[in-house]
């Protein structure tokens, strides 16, 4: 049987009372997220940008973050989307991604675009997003990685 999670916004309003979760985001990203395409250490520097940002997260009923997506309204970009590895395969990061097109359609976006791992592309195509632009490395590492875009 699945384990039920709910779904958390977090955006600057509301950010200082979810910081204690967030803060267990970049424990999670530092582990297994950026170590992708860095060796860097990124969570002082993801404590300042988390704040700009609007961020969707999965919740295990025990209250530990198993999965996130945050929404750059600057940029229209969706980033850091992570759902842990026991959860995935149950539609987690396809509902993550869904919360984030409805924002972005509230906030009168028309696009959301995605620089996705090129092992990721297939899953982005199956949520309604196109490649545009020519593949490209990224980070220290130079993962191979394709500009995606969806029409809202």
């Not at 950026?34 to 060796?39: G, H, M």
């Amino acid at each position: 049987m699945m384990e039920p999670y709910s779904v958390i916004i977090v955006k600057r309003e509301n950010y200082d009372t979810n910081f204690e979760i967030m803060e267990k985001t970049r424990e999670l990203r530092q582990k297994y997220l950026w170590p992708i395409e860095s060796d860097e250490n990124l969570v002082s520097q993801y404590r300042e940008y988390d704040k700009a940002r609007t961020t969707v997260l999965a919740v295990s009923d025990r209250g530990e973050p198993v999965g996130m997506v945050q929404w750059d309204g600057q940029l229209g970009r969706l980033r850091q989307v992570y759902v842990l590895e026991d959860w995935r395969r149950r539609g987690i990061a396809s509902r993550l991604v869904s919360e984030v097109a409805r924002i972005a359609r509230e906030e009168n976006a028309e696009l959301l675009i995605v620089h996705a791992l090129k092992a990721s592309e297939g899953f982005y195509a199956k949520q309604g997003f196109k490649a545009f632009g020519e593949e490209y490395k990224s980070g220290s590492y130079q993962v191979l990685c394709q500009k995606m875009k969806m029409s809202l």
